[in-house]
């Protein structure tokens, strides 16, 4: 008599939306202070958050330069953060302390998406995205405002210091006034978000109201509450 059994598993692939912490400086304790600074604005938008880390973006170091894995690890843990898995590792002189804190996410051609560079023009502090961000994606205007000419998918990011306009529809997730500008805004042609934040402050999708949905719309703070309007 052949017994059968139900299968316990199956291994599907799956596109996930996963927050990118992207490192630009090895300093860990200021890092922690500025981390400690961004959840005491917003401790829900952090909690249990899963997060990949990547340290591509550091600048060139010493040879004794190094980032200690471990560490930062139990950091982020510590504020709620759930990291994963690090990512971006080049070939630069760094060295990595405790690798096996976490996994190594080697970089291919289906996961690797720098941060843009702004242009050197009369518009330098101003990040233009000439096309759709799509999902997966994340652009970061450092400096100022972010344009997209196109529309943001589910499953993008985009992030300013400054403001945030999109001429088309705002899908993904949106954070304006990175560096704790209150004054910075969004503005979209067409407003189905994922999450907006400014300043720490934040709003998902199940906290605004239907009536501002797939309309032309601007985000700002009033008295510390987003608040969403026609312009």
């Known amino acids: 008599m052949q017994l059968t059994y139900s299968p316990l598993f199956a291994l599907k692939g799956s596109m996930l939306t996963v927050t990118v912490l992207h490192l ?27 997060i990949i880390i990547d340290i591509s973006q550091l600048a060139p170091h010493a040879p004794s330069a190094s980032i200690n894995v471990a560490k930062l690890k139990r950091m982020l843990l510590n504020y709620g953060l759930l990291p994963l898995a690090l990512r971006g590792l080049q070939e630069q002189e ?16 289906f996961n690797k998406k720098p941060l843009e560079t ?12 000439n096309q759709t961000v799509r ?3 994340q652009y970061f205007a450092k400096q100022g405002d972010l344009v997209v000419l196109g529309s943001v998918s589910h499953g993008a990011e985009i992030l300013a210091k400054g403001h945030i306009h999109v001429y088309g529809s705002l899908n993904g ?6 560096n704790g500008d209150s004054h910075a805004r969004i503005f979209c ?23 501002w949905i797939d309309k032309i719309a601007q985000i700002y703070l009033d008295h510390e509450q987003l608040t969403v309007q026609h312009f």
């Not at 922690?32 to 600074?37: A, D, F, P």
């Not at 702004?118 to 995205?129: D, E, F, K, S």
């Not at 407003?191 to 998902?204: M, R, T």
């Open 189 to 211: 042609q067409k407003l189905k978000p994922e999450l907006l934040s400014i300043a720490g402050q934040y709003l998902v999708r199940e906290d605004i109201d239907d009536q």
């Open 118 to 129: 702004v242009p050197a023009t009369a518009c330098a502090n101003t990040l233009v995205i």
């Open 94 to 109: 760094l060295v990595i302390k405790n690798p096996d804190s976490l996994p190594l996410l080697r970089e291919t051609k």
């Open 173 to 178: 997730r949106a954070f304006a006034g990175t």
């Open 135 to 137: 999902s997966g994606q």
């Open 24 to 50: 630009f400086e090895l300093d860990l304790s200021q890092l922690e202070q500025q981390l400690r600074q961004q959840v005491q604005q917003a401790p829900k938008l952090f909690e249990n958050l899963p």
